[in-house]
């Protein structure tokens, strides 16, 4: 099959259409808009099975787009937060504290003289707070300002709950308030908190960063929209030693691109990661799995994924939400206590055209106290079998799909033989909307060993008959067996 134009034309345009229904600066913010569409195009591509299939996923995927951004988008009131990059550059450097103001003022300079007269005339009654240790008059003058003299890791600690508009709104607050932002170690940039302005969010995020420069940063959570830059963003807080990093790209549009040329991924700092809507490569992926040693969580939610196998020494919990699986997949993390592989189950909408069943091989979950694997896949793997010893030795709660009955009952039966301690077991049959459908050939000739299974619950739609052979097959197997649970959907 070959694509009848030139990659990336069709999509180019109706991508553009859709985003100037946002902002008429797109180009501003996204630099490769042609290369979205391009991996738009490619995605489909990949996944259609013929030229009639390509064009119907292509029209469906496109109109979803144009329907859920909003055609009569109502201007909201400019944000406080309306950022003007000085003209021209100063010849004299200015001191580290006329840096910290200005930059503040920059950040803050109000677009209305509503909001003007709202906080000037309570900075001008604010105290003024010196950063020293009071004495006992200034005390006495400012006895109701105490969280201003809090240490400053408890008044970082409060910041952290805040979203970064505010963390710099507090530099207004008092001289004691007014360097503490630069060095905050939470950064909470959210476009929703701009209105969707993508223009405005881009400046605030750039200014911000630029202002504070080289300070630690532990926590980064960014939720964005189509803006090539969160990829130097997410860089530079790896750069500056971020323990947590949580990037969402908006998921009304399309993966964001995490590009191997910026984001280098090489931390031994970085602890968890959560990512959604992107796409994620082989290169980018090998990074994390051998230059980030102290990773334990990874989420990736609403992605791509092309990438051959997940095989980090140091992950302990793994979430694959609603992602579409490209290649074969190996999951391979020996220290693995908690793997969630869960899908949308619905396929009728458009929304999940681009999903695919995966294809997983397990491999080395010795540790793995919980597993679910509820997404829709196409075949489960199992290295180790062959070995004869127990590859879930430390299972107690499982949770599994309509797959695991496939080839008469065959995954699951590996499961329950392999899971000596396996004490919760979740089975999520059929949806009404899901074609296709495992039978149980026979029950005769079944048999597993499972001592220690307590409870097991199963939904499916009402009326399945696989339901009661199953009931049966496990009362028999499953002698401590004290409750099993049919819920419908």
């Given at each position: 099959m070959t694509i009848p134009r030139s990659p990336g034309v069709t999509g180019f345009w109706a991508l553009v259409r859709i985003l100037s229904q946002y902002d008429q600066h797109q180009h501003e913010t996204l630099i490769d808009l042609p290369e979205v569409a391009a991996r738009l195009e490619q995605r489909i591509f990949v996944i259609a099975a013929n030229l009639v299939d390509y064009n119907d996923k292509a029209s469906?995927?496109?109109?979803?787009?144009?329907?859920?951004?909003?055609?009569?988008?109502?201007?909201?009131?400019?944000?406080?937060?309306?950022?003007?990059?000085?003209?021209?550059?100063?010849?004299?450097q200015p001191s580290r504290p006329q840096m910290i103001e200005s930059s503040a003022e920059?950040?803050?300079?109000q677009s209305s003289s509503d909001e003007q007269n709202k906080i000037n005339p309570a900075r001008r009654n604010l105290p003024e707070v010196s950063s020293c240790v009071p004495s006992g008059k200034q005390m006495k003058s400012c006895c109701d300002d105490r969280i201003s003299f809090l240490h400053e890791s408890i008044l970082h600690h409060i910041m952290s709950f805040m979203p970064a508009r505010d963390v710099v709104r507090t530099s207004v607050l008092s001289p004691r308030w007014r360097p503490l932002w630069t060095?905050?170690?939470?950064?909470?940039?959210?476009?929703?908190?701009?209105?969707?302005?993508?223009?405005?969010?881009?400046?605030?995020?750039?200014?911000?960063?630029?202002?504070?420069?080289?300070?630690?940063?532990?926590?980064?959570?960014?939720?964005?929209?189509?803006?090539?830059a969160a990829n130097f963003w997410i860089d530079h807080a790896i750069n500056r030693k971020a323990k947590s990093i949580e990037f969402t790209e908006y998921k009304i549009w399309e993966p964001f691109y995490l590009n191997p040329g910026i984001i280098k991924f090489h931390s031994s700092y970085l602890r968890s990661l959560k990512l959604t809507n992107v796409i994620l490569v082989t290169c980018i992926f090998h990074r994390l799995n051998h230059a980030c040693p102290s990773l334990e969580n990874l989420q990736l939610a609403d992605s791509t994924l092309e990438l051959p196998e997940i095989s980090s020494r140091s992950l302990k919990t793994l979430e694959i939400i609603d992602c579409s699986v490209v290649k074969h997949l190996l999951i391979r993390t020996h220290k693995l206590v908690s793997l969630r592989f869960e899908g949308s189950r619905c396929r009728c909408t458009s929304k999940s055209i681009l999903l695919t069943p995966s294809a997983?091989?397990?491999?080395?979950?010795?540790?793995?106290?919980?597993i679910e694997l509820s997404a829709s896949v196409r075949q489960v793997a199992f290295d180790g079998v062959s070995t004869g010893r127990s590859m879930f030795i430390n299972l107690r709660s499982l949770s599994l799909g309509e797959w695991c009955l496939s080839n008469n009952l065959s995954p699951i039966l590996c499961f329950l033989r392999h899971s000596p301690l396996l004490e919760k077991l979740n089975l999520k049959l059929k949806l009404d909307c899901e074609k296709d459908e495992q039978t149980i050939q026979t029950a005769?000739?079944?048999?597993?060993?499972?001592?220690?299974?307590?409870?097991?619950?199963?939904?499916?739609?009402?009326?399945?008959?696989?339901?009661?052979?199953?009931?049966?097959?496990?009362?028999?197997?499953?002698?401590?067996?004290?409750?099993?649970?049919?819920k419908t959907y």
């Open positions: 469906k995927r496109l109109t979803y787009l144009e329907t859920i951004v909003p055609h009569d988008r109502v201007k909201l009131r400019t944000s406080l937060f309306q950022l003007a990059l000085p003209e021209k550059m100063e010849q004299k920059m950040l803050l300079r060095s905050a170690p939470c950064l909470d940039i959210n476009i929703d908190h701009f209105n969707m302005d993508r223009v405005k969010f881009n400046e605030f995020a750039e200014s911000l960063f630029l202002c504070r420069g080289i300070d630690t940063l532990d926590i980064l959570r960014l939720h964005s929209f189509a803006i090539s997983v091989t397990l491999c080395d979950l010795s540790n793995a106290e919980s005769r000739g079944i048999s597993f060993a499972a001592e220690h299974l307590e409870k097991v619950t199963i939904y499916c739609t009402e009326g399945d008959a696989r339901v009661p052979v199953l009931v049966n097959i496990l009362r028999i197997n499953a002698r401590s067996l004290d409750r099993i649970d049919v």
